[in-house]
Each structure stands twice: as C-alpha cells, then as structure tokens.
C-alpha cells in the first residue's frame, strides 16, 4: 500500500522556523518526483516545492523562494522541507504528494500527483 506520512508541524512564533518530513513506504520511492502542497482554510491549495526524482531538480513558489528548502534523502525514504523565516500568512495544513511522470522534472500541479499524506498543520502566530 502506497503511503506518504508528514510530521513536524506545530505552532511558531513569526521569523521562526520549522522543519516537515514526509516519510513514503509501500513503493518504489526513487520513480517518484515529490511536492509540498498547502492549504490554508478558505483558500485553495497551492504549490509550495517539489523536488524530481533522478536529478535532484528543485522548484519553489514565489512566496517561499529563499526561505524554503526542499531535500530527499532516498536512502530513508524521506523528502523535508526546511522552513525560515516564517509568516502567519504561511500558515496552513501542508501535505506531501507523489508523482511519477517518468523522465519529468516535478511541477507544482496537484493534478498529476497519485499519492498525498494526510497534511500536518504549521501555525505561525505570536
């Protein structure tokens, strides 16, 4: 069974910094290209980063370009994303997906994504 789990979320105070893990089992894990989606209540969901499956290829929306970073550690299974500098307008319930597109480099459309995690909620409020 294809499964995707996030943790590390929880309340921040702005400017500080948080840091997401989304642990997969249950496929071959190096196939799949990962994003980081959220969603804050009311609004849609937005694409945050992802990271492609072969070459390492990163990608971030505009309004977290030089405060996110994205990894995978494909030995553990397990992508992060390293959050700074934090805004109460990042606050949201963040989600991890799978997608595998072969020989793509990952995009931030929900649409071509198979697998999610059930979301961790990240707060950013003083």
């Known amino acids: 069974q294809m499964q995707l789990v996030e943790s590390g979320g929880g309340l921040v105070q702005p400017g500080g910094s948080l840091r997401l893990s989304c642990a997969a089992s249950?496929?071959?894990?190096?196939?799949?290209?990962i994003g980081w989606f959220r969603q804050a209540p009311g609004k849609e969901r937005e694409g945050v980063s992802c990271?492609?499956?072969?070459?390492?290829?990163?990608f971030y929306a505009g309004s977290v370009k030089g405060r996110f970073t994205i990894s995978r550690d494909n030995a553990k299974n397990t992508v992060y994303l390293q959050m700074h500098s934090l805004k109460p307008e990042d606050t949201a319930v963040y989600y991890c997906?799978?997608?595998?597109?072969?020989?793509?480099?990952?995009?931030?459309?929900?649409?071509?994504?198979?697998?999610w995690g059930q979301g961790t909620q990240v707060t950013v409020s003083s």
């Open positions: 990271v492609s499956s072969s070459t390492g290829y990163t």
């Open positions: 249950g496929f071959t894990w190096d196939d799949y290209n």
């Open positions: 997906a799978a997608e595998n597109r072969l020989f793509s480099l990952c995009v931030l459309n929900p649409n071509v994504y198979d697998v």
